[in-house]
């Protein structure tokens, strides 16, 4: 048994370490890079993409301020974005609110004919 604490601190760096290389084997990394729109929240609006890389992405602003699709009174940026795949992880909900609400849901799709 390992106890971590200030005496067998490289320990729990080794277990985060082999703990954080697992996680990677289990879970499908990849990384894209986004031409996006902003909005006034700096919200970002996927607009042209995916690039391999951050010049792939600001390419694309210069391609369109060339054919005329750049509009002056919106901001853009270049957005990284990595995907990792979803899991078939369970979590805690409730159940009695999910049961009550495809309840609702199998009595509206049977009263408009949906599948």
Same mark, same amino acid.
């Given at each position: 048994m390992?106890?971590?604490?200030?005496? &067998?601190?490289?320990n729990w760096i080794d277990l985060?370490?082999?703990v954080s290389k697992k *996680?990677?084997?289990k879970v499908m990394r990849k990384e894209q890079f986004?031409?996006?729109e902003l909005d006034k929240y700096?919200?970002?609006d996927l607009i042209d993409g995916s690039h391999s890389d951050y010049d792939g992405a &600001?390419?694309? *602003? $210069?391609?369109?301020?060339?054919m005329g699709f750049y509009k002056k009174d919106k901001r853009y940026a270049v957005a990284r974005i990595e995907l990792l795949e979803c899991t078939d992880k369970k979590y805690e909900v409730n159940e009695e609110a999910i049961s009550n609400c495809n309840e609702? *849901?199998? &009595? $509206?799709r049977t009263k408009r004919g949906i599948l």
């Open positions: 390992i106890t971590f604490g200030k005496s &067998n601190g490289a985060v370490q082999i *996680l990677e084997d986004w031409l996006v700096d919200n970002p &600001n390419e694309a *602003l $210069y391609l369109r301020k060339r609702m *849901l199998d &009595n $509206y």
